[in-house]
């Protein structure tokens, strides 16, 4: 009797019911049964692009927890989701945790201006705004305060990131060189002496005259102000070659000049 008594009560506290005991000598007990339910697996949602606590409200509706939070500073929305683990789309236990990112977003600044200033002032500047010194060059300007930055890119007024790195350009003052006297020397020498300046060699023109194989004129003469790679033509003397003077007697005036002339000789005084 005992035991189907029991075996009764086993089976109606698996069921989840009450069961109450009775002893003569004690006081009725009553005994209880909780049944937890089993909650199936559940799939991750997709949380990017949402605020925390709308990403937290989709989080337990889906039975899942909230795990641990980083921050990025990256270039985009801010302080929404960009990240999340495990992915969209896993299925978990009820009440796993989801880690996430949250994008703080990247300072911005205004880029200012910078035309006119040194290239020390300019750099402080871009520092004091956060902003990184990108490449600089240098082009040579008439009527240019040397130096001084004259364009700039990013330019002024325009919103950048913290850290951007802006290039400017510096303008200096054309610079001029003085030619040098190269008459008397030879052409390789007056070449030599033209490139040490800074200057091209020009045009070069064989004349009669001087000393042969040397330089007997040049342009732009010596002393003046040129700008860089000037071209300088210059004028050299070739060698004389000695010929025959040829018989005149007995010719006519005409006749003699034509032979002279085939002779490669000048007619002189007619006495």
């Known amino acids: ?23 003569p000598e004690y006081q009725p007990q009553v005994t209880e049964t909780v049944v937890v339910p089993v909650v199936p697996d559940t799939v991750v949602p997709n949380v990017t692009g949402m605020g925390l606590k709308d990403a937290q409200n989709v989080l337990m509706a889906g039975n899942l927890l909230l795990g641990d939070i980083r921050y990025q500073a990256l270039a985009g929305p801010k302080e929404v989701v960009i990240g999340q683990t495990p992915a969209p789309g896993t299925a978990l236990p009820a009440y796993s945790r989801v880690d996430i990112v949250i994008n703080m977003g990247i300072a911005e600044v205004q880029v200012p201006p910078l035309m006119g200033l040194e290239p020390s002032a300019a750099n402080a500047t871009l520092r004091t705004f956060g902003l990184l ?3 600089v060059n240098y082009v040579e300007l008439p009527g240019v305060r040397d130096p001084q930055v004259v364009s700039q890119s990013p330019t002024p007024g325009r919103t950048v990131p913290v850290n951007t790195p802006v290039s400017y350009t510096v303008g200096i ?9 190269v008459t008397g020397k030879t052409l390789h020498e007056a070449r030599a002496e033209l490139q040490a300046a800074g200057l091209a060699l020009g045009s070069v023109s064989l004349v009669h005259g001087g000393r042969p194989g ?14 860089p790679g000037t071209a300088v033509t210059l004028s050299v003397s070739t060698a004389t070659s000695m010929v025959a003077v040829p018989n005149l007697y007995g010719m006519t005036l005409e006749q003699a000049k034509r032979v002279l002339g085939e002779a490669g000789l000048n007619t002189g005084q007619v006495g």
């Open 173 to 181: 003052k054309r610079r001029y060189v003085n030619v040098p006297g």
């Open 214 to 227: 040397t330089v007997v004129a040049q342009n732009p003469q010596k002393g003046a102000s040129v700008l």
């Open 133 to 135: 010194t990108g490449n």
């Open 1 to 23: 009797m005992n035991r189907l008594v029991l075996a009764a009560a086993a089976a109606l506290v698996l069921a989840g019911c009450t069961v109450v005991t009775y002893y």
